[in-house]
């Protein structure tokens, strides 16, 4: 099994520059940031971006802290189908296009997909990375608001969902590393 942790960060909630990043537990991760947006949004991003740098059979866990990004990627996906991505109130579903792009990237993983809920800042060793890195894409994103920033760091090989420019960057003992921009 694959085990993922998200984590998503915001440093003005609603509106200011966000970060999101994936932790693998055997290794590889992932950050990246844009000037804008929320808490919640860098949240879905995070787990986004984790589902797109694992593709295949194997079943794969992912972790989080937001109910919320949870939630909206799994359970409430059904209802809001049926109500024609509609709250069970009526409301239209909020950040519903990347919620889209979430489970279109589900159905199209040929493994399972299951989420499990931690609580953050408590320890827990792999959200504490998954934040760290978000936090600093965040920043990265706030210093630089002109880009859409993604930083890359693996331990193996990472299959790219699209084709973007690489720049080398810092090499940590045993891994890799680049650093991207994307515009």
């Known amino acids: 099994m694959i085990m993922v942790s998200t984590d998503g960060s915001c440093l003005r909630n609603p ?24 808490n919640q949004i860098a949240e879905l991003r995070a787990i986004l971006a984790a589902l797109i740098a694992h ?7 992912i972790e989080s802290d937001s109910q919320y990004a949870i939630k909206c990627s799994s359970e409430w996906l059904a209802g809001w189908k049926k109500r024609g991505w509609r709250t069970a109130g009526g409301a239209p579903v909020r950040n519903l296009e990347l919620i ?15 989420f499990r809920w931690v609580r953050g800042h408590v320890g ?18 706030a210093a630089d608001l002109t880009a859409t920033t993604q930083t890359i760091t693996a331990a193996e090989t990472i299959t790219a969902a699209e084709t ?5 960057g810092p090499t940590e003992a045993g891994t890799e590393s680049a650093a991207m921009t994307l515009f």
């Not at 509106?15 to 929320?38: D, E, Q």
């Not at 998954?130 to 600093?136: E, F, P």
């Not at 973007?164 to 080398?168: D, G, H, S």
């Open 15 to 38: 509106g200011g520059p966000i970060g999101w990043a994936w932790v693998n537990h055997t290794g590889s991760s992932a950050s990246a940031g844009a000037a804008t947006g929320t």
């Open 55 to 61: 593709p295949g059979t194997e079943p794969l866990l």
């Open 100 to 114: 889209r792009e979430i489970d279109d990237a589900i159905s199209k993983r040929s493994g399972p997909v299951r």
């Open 124 to 141: 827990n060793y792999f959200n504490e990375q998954a934040d760290a890195l978000a936090g600093d894409a965040a920043r990265a994103a």
């Open 164 to 168: 973007i420019a690489a720049e080398p």
